[in-house]
């Protein structure tokens, strides 16, 4: 549903549970240099959740949804993540 490109990392939102084998649930980082190896990024969607929207700015991932958390943090709908997963 969305793409974010930041440096070399590819930000994806959509309606998945899985990207390049590893679990991930609605939002995932992908390694553009070459490798395209999915990232360790992970923001802990739940399972019923999926992103919509992306935009990075600072090194910070603004992902629009149907979610009410990212884990363990509530969050309706919106939410900022750093580089490390982690809602800000």
Same mark, same amino acid.
């Given at each position: 549903?969305? @793409?974010? *490109?930041? %440096?070399?990392?590819?930000? +994806?939102?959509g309606d998945f549970t899985t990207v390049g084998g590893q679990v991930r649930r %609605?939002? #995932?980082? +992908? &390694?553009?240099? %070459?490798?395209?190896? +999915?990232?360790?990024? /992970?923001?802990? @969607?739940? !399972?019923? !959740?999926?992103?919509?929207a992306l935009a990075v700015n600072n090194g910070l991932v603004c992902a629009g949804? =149907?979610?009410?958390? @990212?884990?363990?943090?509530?969050? *309706? /709908? @919106? #939410?900022?993540? &750093? !580089? =490390? %997963? /982690? +809602?800000?």
């Amino acid at each position: 549903r969305a @793409l974010a *490109l930041s %440096g070399t990392t590819m930000y +994806v939102a959509g309606d998945f549970t899985t990207v390049g084998g590893q679990v991930r649930r %609605g939002l #995932a980082a +992908v &390694d553009t240099a %070459g490798t395209g190896a +999915v990232q360790t990024w /992970n923001p802990g @969607l739940p !399972s019923y !959740s999926y992103g919509y929207a992306l935009a990075v700015n600072n090194g910070l991932v603004c992902a629009g949804g =149907s979610f009410d958390k @990212l884990d363990p943090q509530p969050a *309706l /709908n @919106l #939410a900022f993540i &750093d !580089s =490390s %997963g /982690n +809602v800000q």
